[in-house]
């Protein structure tokens, strides 16, 4: 029994994916979505979950969406994790994002994110806000039309990949979750900067009939909605050190 269950995690298939836009005109209040001086970077995330025998997975696919004529590079992005989640291994593959903090601070967002990963400095300096998600003058970000994957192993109590999916997709629908994305050398001359939160653009509801089971699923995001309304408080921000994978 053993055997089979393990067979079925390592080939289960992702469930459904959902897409957040960093892209201000598609907020009720553009305004609220950007920076000031906001000139005009764009990116989408796409989350993927599967089930796997470390917990659930969650795949991450990052696009520097920017005109190319603009110019602009993404360096980092920040984002909210359920309440639910009890701990997450980090794998950042062979992208460049390897440095991770926690209660990720992004000025002029008031509020901090779950989590943020970003390249790292380009000259790190003794100052600490340097060592910070929003700090320090990263490099090897993506230029406009590039892309990288990172990944996530995260423990959800009882909750599964599809179950997981869902309730993220209605948080991040709600806005009950955040993420956005840290540009860099934006413009012809690399002089400004971007800040953008994201949305859900689209949906794609499940379109097969619940398998046998799903309905414990539902019932497990029902619980936890119970459970873990509440966002919780916040603290300062501070590098968590990940081992690579």
């Known amino acids: 029994m ?6 079925f995690l390592l080939t289960a298939p992702p469930t459904k994916a959902f897409t957040l836009t960093l892209d201000p005109r598609l907020c009720a209040n553009p305004s609220d979505c950007m920076n000031n001086d906001y000139r005009g970077s764009t990116a989408e ?10 917990g659930v997975k969650l795949e991450m696919a990052i696009a520097n969406r920017t005109a190319r004529d603009l110019g602009s ?9 359920p309440d639910f989640v009890k701990s997450f291994k980090y794998d950042r593959g062979t992208s460049t994002y390897g440095q991770v903090y926690r209660n990720a601070a992004l000025p002029p967002f008031s509020w901090t994110f779950d989590l943020g990963v970003r390249s790292r400095n380009m000259q790190p300096s003794g100052n600490p806000e340097d060592n ?30 599809r179950a997981l999916e869902d309730y993220m997709y209605r948080a991040y629908l709600n806005q009950n979750l955040r993420a956005a994305g840290r540009f860099e050398q934006v413009g012809s001359q ?19 009939v619940p398998e046998p089971g799903g309905w414990l699923g539902l019932t497990a995001i029902s619980a936890a909605i119970a459970l873990y309304g509440g ?15």
């Open 2 to 7: 053993g055997t089979l269950l393990a067979t």
């Open 231 to 245: 966002r919780g408080g916040r603290k300062k921000a501070k590098l968590v050190r990940c081992s690579q994978r």
């Open 45 to 54: 995330l796409d989350f993927n979950f599967s089930d796997t025998l470390e």
């Open 73 to 81: 590079a993404l360096v980092g992005v920040g984002f909210d994790l």
């Open 190 to 208: 690399g002089q400004g900067k971007d800040r953008v939160l994201g949305v859900i653009k689209f949906v794609q509801p499940p379109q097969e």
């Open 132 to 161: 910070t998600f929003a700090g320090g003058n990263p490099i090897a970000g993506l230029l406009p039309g590039q892309t990288t994957k990172i990944s996530w192993f995260v423990n959800a109590g009882d909750l599964n990949a």
